[in-house]
Nanobody, 117 residues
Framework: QVQLVESGGGLVQSGGSLRLSCAFS????????MAWYRQAPGQQRELVAL???????HYADSVKGRFTIFRDNAKSTVYLQMNSLNPEDTAVYYC???????????WGQGTQVIVSS
């Protein structure tokens, strides 16, 4: 069974940076599209960034130019580098793994990011 464990969240001042990590186990990492979602209090969960098995990337408009998603297949880990953080980025960030075909879809437990003004 695929398991995802996020780390790297925390409290940071506006303008600061954080790097989130998501460790993948229980499957063939390179076969999965990987993504980061976030959910702020009272808001729906939203896609932040996605990286495919072929390393194509997609970003939400709100984070383009500030966030970078990348993966290390040798370490079965996906990362989210977050720069120029602002209070609107405050949310619980979730890692997602999904096979390109079929319904296999897995979630981590989430990691809290708080950006103070």
């Amino acid at each position: 069974q695929v398991q995802l464990v996020e780390s790297g969240g925390g409290l940071v001042q506006s303008g600061g940076s954080l790097r989130l990590s998501c460790a993948f186990s229980g499957g063939i990492f390179r076969s999965f599209n990987m993504a980061w979602y976030r959910q702020a209090p009272g808001q729906q969960r939203e896609l932040v960034a996605l990286i495919t098995t072929g390393t194509s990337t997609h970003y939400a408009d709100s984070v383009k130019g500030r966030f970078t998603i990348f993966r290390d297949n040798a370490k079965s880990t996906v990362y989210l580098q977050m720069n120029s953080l602002n209070p609107e980025d405050t949310a619980v960030y979730y890692c997602n793994a999904k096979l390109p075909i079929g319904n296999s879809d897995y979630w981590g437990q989430g990691t809290q990011v708080i950006v103070s003004s």
